[in-house]
């Protein structure tokens, strides 16, 4: 426990830096009042709105409150989203400079309706997601590298959040590659594990590493096996899998395999964004001097952290150190 005590001691020393698919996320909360005359749906009396950031930008937001230094490298829209995910991480104190804008690109949203009575927890009910475009405009790649090449001699440690959006194209996937070479690098994405070999670690959840084992986990034994497969294809130094209510399993290259059951006995509220806070702890862990199962538990200890939180949340420092004697 003193490794790990010491260890977080070190979070606000590092300097991560995040690359990849930043959306804004918007809650609109509200009360159920009566069935619509004009179709078979309930009506929502509005009663708040939240602008949360999402995707890398919520990766972003958890390295903040475990107290580093952040360096996000990302496109949003010159629009009103955009400006609002900007505003937010300026007021934060982040240095800005790698938020990068398009005038042909939107910012992506999405919109959760959220409904339940006062004073109890509301749920979603509906999302609505505003894409406009199926990916990054191409000619925005080479202000991509230029700022990647900026920014890096900066960074103690590069995290991908990649969302399919396509700011982390293969060239950038490659450079990483070759970063990863010379400092950790550690890669969160959706639908493209298969690419990112040669990291430091990679930390996919059980729908991600079946797509990317073209097989499904139904069993702890098939999660073993899927989990050691990618591990070996990837050559990655440790693969993390998140299983939700199953907890974490850590696969290394050493031979060892670590399975760690969630924390807490609470009863889940959200589990949007869990990834996220995963993959940022792991990486500020490794930086801050821990082992992989080290900084494997510290994640799974923040991920019981904020999947108590509704919408995209994140874990603080403080609440980090809460929860110590539970790993």
Known sequence: MSRIEKAIDRFADCTIGVIGDSVADI?????????SREAPVMVVRKE??????????????????????????????????????????????VRTDGILSDPGYETVTKTRIMV????????????????PQPRVPVEVEPLVFETLERLDPLVDAWLVSDYNYYLVSDSVVEKMTAIAGDKIVVADSRYRVGLFKGMRCVTPNESEAETAAGRLIGSNREAREIGWALLSELDVDSLLLTRGNKGVILFEKSGMVNEIPIIGDEEVVDVSGAGDTVAATMTLALVAGATSLEAAKLANCAAGVVVMKSGAATCSMEELRSRLHLI
Do not use: W
């Open 116 to 131: 339940g009575d006062a004073n109890r927890i509301k749920h979603q009910v509906i999302r609505v997601d505003h894409e």
């Open 27 to 35: 809650y609109i909360m509200g009360k159920a009042e009566r069935m």
């Open 48 to 93: 708040e709105e939240r602008h949360i950031p999402g995707c890398a930008a919520n990766t972003v937001n958890n390295l903040i409150d475990l107290g580093c230094t952040v360096l996000p490298l990302t496109l949003v829209g010159d629009d009103v989203a955009g400006r609002a995910l900007r505003g937010y991480f300026e007021s934060r104190g």
